[in-house]
């Protein structure tokens, strides 16, 4: 390419998409006759009022842990779920956590149903398993239950029929509902009790 020196020349700038606000580093590379022009795009995009702060920190691992105590309380056998249903739901304000809480509930019920039904007739048939995960999301649709809500029925479904388990589905199912159940309710009532402070510039993403 005329008027290209021999030697590589590397411009590194930084730029800020106006539309998005994520980060762009641009390389020029020119040399031996060619050019080429490469854009790495920033792979994350925080803003620092959605950060975990300490106290928020602080609940989270207090609620989780009591969500893994009460369900280990009761004799469930798989208690973690319980402290992971926690560690999803939990929200800074009770009006995003009750709403949401609400519809997770309900949808789990829906997969565990769907799930010890399908374990006791339709065993390892994948034909019915994605025709299953479909249904889900219609009837998902139809109760008017959101994506996140059909995320747990579908994953409450996919670990009823999937694992091998000794134990009868619908004992797996019921024991699957009322880990989550016990995880989500936990959830509430730190958000009721311990609320958190809402930075009013903050958009929270309750799913």
């Known amino acids: 390419m005329a008027g290209v020196p021999p030697a590589s020349i590397i411009r590194l700038a930084t730029d800020t998409a106006a539309s998005t606000g994520e980060h762009v580093c641009e390389i020029d590379v020119a040399g031996f006759n060619c050019a080429r022009k490469i854009a790495f795009v920033k792979p994350w995009n925080w803003q620092s009022e959605n950060l975990p702060s300490v106290i928020h920190s602080i609940r989270t691992a207090i609620a989780a842990t009591i969500s893994l105590a009460v369900a280990r309380l009761f004799g469930l056998p798989e208690a973690y779920w319980a402290a992971i249903a926690t560690l999803v739901v939990m929200q800074s304000t009770l009006q995003a956590?009750?709403?949401i809480s609400l519809e997770r509930i309900g949808a789990t019920a829906l997969g565990a149903i769907a799930g010890a039904v399908l374990a006791n007739y339709f065993a390892g048939n994948?034909?019915?398993f994605a025709v299953a995960v479909f249904g889900l999301g219609i009837l998902c649709a139809a109760f008017r239950l959101g994506k996140s809500a059909y995320r747990y029925a579908g994953?409450?479904?996919a670990i009823i029929v999937l694992?091998?388990?000794?134990n009868p589905a619908w004992t797996i199912a019921l024991h699957r509902f009322f880990e989550v159940s016990v995880g989500i309710v936990v959830a509430l009532t730190f958000a009721a009790l311990w609320p958190?402070?809402?930075p009013e510039s903050g958009n929270q993403n309750a799913e």
């Open 97 to 99: 956590t009750l709403l």
């Open 126 to 128: 994948l034909l019915i």
């Open 155 to 157: 994953i409450t479904f």
């Open 163 to 166: 694992i091998p388990r000794v």
């Open 196 to 198: 958190e402070h809402q």
